[in-house]
C-alpha cells in the first residue's frame, strides 16, 4: 500500500493499536504523536510495541516526558513522590515500570528520552504536514528558548490561535477534540471524530481513547480518517 498515516493518545490501549497494527501493510508508515501510556491498562507494552515496529515513527508526548522524569526518579530515589504523574493517570504505568528490572529500566528510559518531538512529512498533493504532540506552533513574533518551545511542543495548549504557514497544516493529539473545539469557539460535528479547525489548516487527532474505545488513523495523503473500535460493531470503520 505505501500509505502514510498518523495517529495520538492510544493512552495504554494496545489492543486499539493492535487493530492498527494489522490494518496497516508492512511497507506502510505510521507517526505515532505520543501519550502510550498512562490512564489505560498497557502503556508500557504498548511503548515497547511502538519501538520495536520499523513502520513506526514515534514522537514524544507529555505523558513520556513525564515518564522519562519520574521514571528515573524511580531507580535513583526509591518510593520518590510521583503524585503529578497519578493525578495524570500514571497508576498502571508505575506498577508495569516497577516490576521491570533495572537493566530494562534504565534502558527504557533512555530509549524513551531520545524520541523526536517533531516530524514533518509532504504528501502526495504538495501539502506540508507539521506534526507534534500539543499542535504547538512557534509564533514568529515570540522568541523563546529551547527548553521553553521544547515544554510548548509537549504541553501547551495556548497555540489553537497561532496561523500555520501557507500551503501547510498541523497535524496533532494532547487536547480531547471536545476540549479542543472549546478553547477554538468552534463546534464540532461529532466529539468521536477528529476536529478539523482554523479553516481545515490544523487536525486534533486525540478522541480520549481510553476512554471512549476509539482511536483515528489519518491517511496524511488523502486527510481522511479510519477509526477503530473494540465496542463498534465491524470494529473498523470511515468516516
Request: glycine share 6%; proline share 3%.
Amino acid at each position: 500500500m505505501n500509505k502514510v498515516y498518523a495517529c495520538s493518545d492510544l493512552h495504554g490501549r494496545l489492543d486499539l493499536w493492535e487493530k492498527i497494527s494489522a490494518y496497516c501493510d508492512e511497507s506502510d508508515k505510521i507517526y505515532f504523536l505520543g501519550d502510550a501510556i498512562d490512564r489505560g491498562s498497557d502503556g508500557v507494552k504498548l511503548m515497547y510495541k511502538l519501538l520495536a515496529d520499523k513502520r513506526v515513527t514515534y514522537l514524544k508526548g507529555n505523558h513520556e516526558d513525564m515518564f522519562v522524569e519520574f521514571g528515573t526518579d524511580l531507580i535513583e530515589i526509591p518510593h520518590h513522590s510521583v503524585s503529578l504523574w497519578y493525578q495524570n493517570g500514571g497508576a498502571s504505568t508505575i506498577d508495569a515500570f516497577e516490576k521491570l528490572s533495572f537493566e530494562a529500566k534504565e534502558s527504557l528510559i533512555r530509549k524513551i528520552n531520545v524520541l523526536p518531538y517533531t516530524a514533518e512529512y509532504i504528501n502526495k498533493n504538495g501539502l506540508k504536514i507539521y506534526m507534534n504532540h500539543s499542535g504547538y506552533i512557534q509564533s514568529k513574533d515570540v522568541v523563546l528558548s529551547k527548553e521553553q518551545e521544547y515544554h510548548n511542543i509537549l504541553w501547551s495548549r495556548k497555540h489553537f490561535h497561532i496561523p500555520v504557514e501557507e500551503g501547510s497544516i498541523m497535524v496533532h493529539g494532547h487536547t480531547p477534540v471536545e476540549y479542543m473545539s472549546r478553547l477554538c469557539k468552534e463546534v464540532p460535528s461529532d466529539i468521536y471524530k477528529i476536529f478539523k479547525y482554523d479553516n481545515n489548516t490544523k487536525i486534533d487527532l486525540d478522541l480520549s481513547s481510553a476512554f471512549t474505545d476509539i482511536v483515528a488513523l489519518l491517511d496524511l495523503d488523502t486527510l481522511e480518517p479510519v477509526y477503530f473500535s473494540t465496542l463498534i460493531e465491524g470494529e473498523t470503520y470511515v468516516e
